[in-house]
């Protein structure tokens, strides 16, 4: 497995990535309402675009098959990380982790932050990571329970 830098080039891997991730894993912690509110930001190619170029975005590949993605916003923020159906459990999002901590660190933050999931919540705790903050997010009139957790760097 190799991680690099995304291009635009990996947009409809990265998209379609997102969309069966949702749909298959993030299922189980949520309802169908929320599963349709969230996996329709795969079809926003723009916003899509718009991340991969501004901010730190990374891919694990097998092959040439894209099993994971992961970015890092603003130097200290981990917004994407999404691993493959078939890929869960193998390590990948450790290694995209490591991948954007050494960023952040490179970049001179002191700690590194996420806005995650429930689904993602117990891999958090495992990376070192503690919850700060638990609160509903509104998206499209539809209720999401999100944590806010915080691991330092230094
Ligand atoms: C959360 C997610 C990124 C983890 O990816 P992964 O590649 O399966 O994680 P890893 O294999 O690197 O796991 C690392 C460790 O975390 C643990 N872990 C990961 N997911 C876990 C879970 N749901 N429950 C308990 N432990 C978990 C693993 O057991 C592993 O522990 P170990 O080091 O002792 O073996 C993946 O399940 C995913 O894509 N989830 C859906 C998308 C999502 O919610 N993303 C976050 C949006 S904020």
Not at 94 to 120: F, M, Q
Request: proline letters at 1%; aromatic letters at 12%.
């Amino acid at each position: 497995m190799k991680i690099r830098v995304a291009t635009e080039r990996d947009i409809f891997q990265i998209t379609q990535l997102f969309y069966d991730t949702v749909c298959k894993i993030n299922r189980k912690d949520y309802t169908e309402e929320q599963i349709v509110v969230w996996s329709e930001h795969s079809k926003n190619d723009k916003n899509w675009l718009n991340n991969i170029k501004t901010q730190f975005f990374v891919v694990a590949e097998n092959d040439s098959e894209i099993i994971g993605f992961a970015s890092l916003d603003d130097n200290a923020c981990v917004d994407f990380m999404y691993v493959h159906e078939n890929h869960q459990g193998i390590g990948v999002a450790t290694k995209l982790l490591i991948s954007l901590e050494s960023e952040a660190y490179r970049r001179g933050s002191v700690e590194i932050w996420s806005d995650v999931s429930i689904t993602a919540k117990a891999f958090f705790i495992k990376k070192g990571f503690s919850i700060t903050k638990v609160y509903t997010k509104k998206v499209r009139h539809v209720d999401f329970e999100n944590t806010i957790m915080i691991k330092p760097l230094v």
